[in-house]
């Protein structure tokens, strides 16, 4: 099935509420469900055959570090959504995942229609709040905190790149989902970022606007490594990265 062709209009709706002065709806069609917050954009699908599955591009984008990154022990994702990460790990003992997510809202509707596992850590408070008030240091960190196509306040300010690599073990590796208005907005991110990542890259998206911005300070695989680890499949996540690979540049 086309996920892209899924909207507002489509299937059925299951669930309907108004939080937070933005409308929050589960919609279902055949064996797929998402949710919208606050526009048209799907915040996130599953498939309820295969609900460990990760369908749409900007969360197999976040998952890429499996290319590259040996055996991470600590994850932490900023931005629950439908879970998607979280239903993903959750067979894999070896992987420490700690969630953030400040709308107790959208925590109902992933454990209520989103088979979000009942053992799961969740932080209720602001992904900047908590980036501030942690000590400890995580191997990779996951973050989509943005609704209704607009970027939070915080991702543009240069403490919360000082927090997030504050958060960071030496070879950690941080994936950010970006809303760019234009190239100078941009350009300004990165002028931000640079102080505290010494290495970053982006990986643009065919049939989105969105960007995932990949921060390091260790040195990021280029294209080529990115394909040779795929072909060699030293991934076990199920996910085809070729879109991800094809759309990856490296900025420094």
């Known amino acids: 099935m086309d996920l892209l062709s899924l909207n507002r209009n489509s299937g ?6 108004d939080v937070d002065c933005a409308h929050l709806e589960v919609r279902e069609f055949e064996h797929y469900r998402w949710f919208h917050f606050g526009d048209d954009a799907i915040q996130s699908v599953i498939d309820t055959k295969h609900p460990e599955k990760i369908l749409l591009p900007i969360p197999q984008a976040m998952l890429s570090f ?9 994850i932490l994702n900023l931005g629950l959504g439908g879970g998607v990460f979280e239903r993903h790990f959750q067979s894999n003992a070896e992987i ?5 997510e400040i709308s107790t809202d959208v925590i109902d509707v992933a454990r209520r229609y989103f088979y979000l596992p009942n053992n799961l850590s969740i932080h209720i408070e602001a992904a900047e709040s908590y980036l501030q ?12 905190i943005f609704a209704n196509q607009e970027n939070p306040v915080c991702l543009k300010e240069q403490t919360f790149y000082q927090n997030l690599q504050h958060n960071c073990k030496d070879s ?10 234009n190239e100078q907005h941009m350009v300004e991110l990165i002028i931000n970022i640079k102080p505290y990542f010494n290495h970053v890259a982006l990986i643009e998206f065919e ?10 300070q260790e040195v990021l695989p280029t294209k080529s490594t990115l394909l040779e680890r795929s072909l060699q499949r030293t991934n076990h996540s199920e996910v085809d990265f070729s879109n991800v690979i094809a759309g990856w540049n490296t900025i420094s």
């Open 12 to 17: 059925e709706l299951v669930y309907s509420n």
């Open 66 to 74: 499996l290319l590259w990154k040996q055996a991470p022990q600590s």
């Open 96 to 100: 420490s995942l700690e969630t953030i």
């Open 133 to 144: 008030r942690n000590h400890s240091k995580v191997d990779v960190i996951l973050c989509d």
């Open 172 to 181: 950690a590796v941080v994936f950010i989902n970006l809303f760019p208005i």
């Open 207 to 216: 049939n989105y606007k969105n960007v995932v911005l990949v921060l390091s």
